[in-house]
């Protein structure tokens, strides 16, 4: 009887180790195969992917052509037509001053992006039509672009702005500040005035408040 226990003990334990030696085959053929599978995404060529380019035709092959033959202008204009922005931008980057401002003008323009519209101002120095053209409901925004960027030209803007803002957002307060930061008191001085007397009662109690809040 006791010999007999060992062996009911072993017997069963047998369908467990099967078990387990079946689960360890398991994960040894799912390790191969992921295996084999990486090894044929090494292999596979890129192309197939789509990772790269046919240069060898269509319009691939003018701009090709024209590189060659060192038309970078022809190359950049090729690379518009056919949407490669970032190819034309890289070439007109060795083509000098002329082609990079044109290939950065035609970029923007392509774009039809307002954000990048006022990138573009800035990188031009436009400032007069960054103020013309800008978006009055984000006047503040203009306002902080103009301030960091238009040196100089500062107040002279501040002016433009505020008096967009005053004829045709009819945004006195705006303009008012505008008008501050253009450091044209007697504008300012004039507006507050005049839109002030109802409620200070004279012209006099109107500006004297006005100089407490600017105080």
């Known amino acids: 009887a006791e010999a007999?226990?060992?062996?009911?003990?072993?017997?069963a334990q047998a369908p467990a180790a099967a078990?387990?030696?079946a689960a360890a085959e398991g994960a040894a053929e799912a390790a191969a195969?992921?295996?084999?599978?990486?090894?044929?995404?090494v292999m596979q060529p890129a192309d197939a992917a789509g990772a790269f380019t046919d240069w060898n035709a269509g319009s691939e092959l003018l701009i090709k052509q024209s590189?060659?033959?060192?038309?970078?202008t022809a190359a950049v204009e090729c690379c518009f037509k056919s949407g490669k922005m970032a190819e034309a931008l890289l070439l007109a980057s060795g083509g000098g001053t002329t082609l990079w401002t044109r290939a950065r003008d035609e970029y923007l323009r392509l774009q039809g992006d307002a954000f990048l519209s006022t990138v573009g101002n800035i990188m031009t120095n436009d400032f007069e039509k960054l103020v013309a053209t800008s978006n009055l409901g984000s006047w503040m925004e203009t306002l902080a672009i103009i301030a960091t960027y238009s040196g100089d030209q500062y107040p002279v803007l501040c002016e433009h702005l505020a008096e967009r803002l005053e004829k045709e957002k009819f945004d006195i307060r705006s303009a008012v500040m505008c008008y501050i930061?253009?450091?044209?008191?007697p504008k300012t001085v004039s507006i507050w005035a005049n839109t002030h007397v109802a409620s200070a009662g004279?012209?006099?109690?109107?500006?004297?408040?006005?100089?407490e809040k600017m105080a």
């Open 181 to 185: 930061c253009a450091k044209n008191f």
């Open 33 to 41: 195969a992921a295996a084999a599978a990486a090894e044929m995404m």
């Open 67 to 72: 590189l060659l033959v060192g038309n970078l």
């Open 4 to 11: 007999a226990a060992p062996a009911e003990e072993a017997q």
């Open 202 to 211: 004279s012209k006099k109690l109107a500006l004297q408040d006005l100089v």
């Open 19 to 21: 078990e387990e030696a």
